[in-house]
């Protein structure tokens, strides 16, 4: 598949040397993020009211509600992921970890810079949309066909899923709506439908720190499948434990700037000496 810039659909130009430092790896690059900037506007920020029809006579006259900011999330992030790498992101809540995985996924266009991708990312969360009114056994089947699975492969995988997942461990879950699963299920279950396949770049949000060790230690394992087989891994976490079993290159962010970006160990040390 060819190479995409997320912002506007368009092929991207062939990587070049200069602004594109790699920290590792020889694999053909699989994502490069080139000064990326996002800024995004938290609207009402001040009373907290407000009523449709203002806001509807404010977008015709094409002015700003009171109280609303923006919010520069990533400033200036540069870095290239490539393939058969594991790569963790770390740093404090509200440092712009998730922000960095909806760009590379090309959900949040940047303000300035760019982000080029080989082939679809594909970003794999705990708030991940499932239907909390259908069963389990009826997300899986979606889930997999939303991910570009037929019909036959869900129908192959669906076992190897829910065995994954452990739902039903302790009963018949995958039969009941997802609104009656506590979060660590329903996240469990997201996180084995996403893993049921290939992806060129497969980017994670805190899914490894839902679930038991018994659960954890499957994902990572799978995570390790996934470089081998595919293409790329993010992975979004607090447990450093976890970064440390999975990745081998950690991204270390910090309101919204890449401290450090090089082999899981080094920054990790200096990570643990900042907190």
Same mark, same amino acid.
Do not use: K, S
């Given at each position: 598949m060819a190479d995409t810039d997320t912002r506007t659909g368009h092929p991207a130009p062939a990587p070049t040397a200069g602004p594109?430092? !790699? +920290?590792? %790896?020889?694999? !053909?690059?699989? #994502?490069i993020a080139d000064d990326v900037h996002i800024v995004y506007k938290v609207h009402g920020a001040g009373s907290g009211r407000g009523s449709a029809v203002s806001a509807l006579s404010r977008l015709a006259r094409r002015t700003? +509600?009171? %109280?609303?900011?923006? #919010?520069?999330? #990533?400033?200036g992030v540069t870095f290239v992921a490539r393939k058969g790498e594991a790569i963790g992101l770390i740093g404090s809540n509200g440092s712009g970890k998730s922000t960095?995985?909806? !760009?590379v996924a090309g959900l949040l266009p940047p303000a300035s810079g760019r982000v080029y991708t080989h082939g679809q990312p594909s970003l794999l969360g705990v708030n991940?949309? *499932?239907? &909390? =009114? *259908?069963?389990?056994?009826k997300n899986v089947v979606l889930g997999g066909l939303a991910m570009g699975l037929s019909r036959e492969e869900v129908?192959?995988?669906?076992? =190897?899923?829910v065995d994954f997942s452990g739902i039903d461990e302790k009963g018949d879950f995958i039969s009941l709506p997802m609104r009656t699963y506590s979060s660590g299920m329903a996240a469990r279950l997201r996180f084995s439908i996403g893993?049921?396949? &290939?992806? =060129?770049? *497969?980017?994670i949000d805190e899914? *490894?720190?839902?679930? =038991?060790? +018994?659960?954890?230690r499957r994902s990572e394992e799978r995570i390790r499948e996934l470089r081998e087989e595919a293409g790329t891994v993010f992975l979004v976490s607090h447990n450093n434990n976890s970064?440390?079993?999975?990745?081998?290159?950690?991204l270390w962010l910090e309101k919204g700037e890449l401290l450090m970006d090089g082999p899981t160990e080094d920054v990790l040390a200096a990570y643990e000496d900042f907190r």
């Open positions: 594109h430092p !790699a +920290a590792g %790896g020889a694999g !053909a690059p699989t #994502v700003a +509600a009171a %109280g609303t900011r923006e #919010v520069h999330a #990533v400033r960095l995985l909806r !760009a991940a949309a *499932l239907m &909390n =009114d *259908l069963t389990g056994e129908r192959e995988r669906y076992q =190897d899923i893993a049921a396949r &290939n992806h =060129d770049v *497969l980017l899914a *490894l720190a839902t679930g =038991d060790r +018994a659960f954890q970064i440390r079993d999975t990745c081998d290159r950690v």
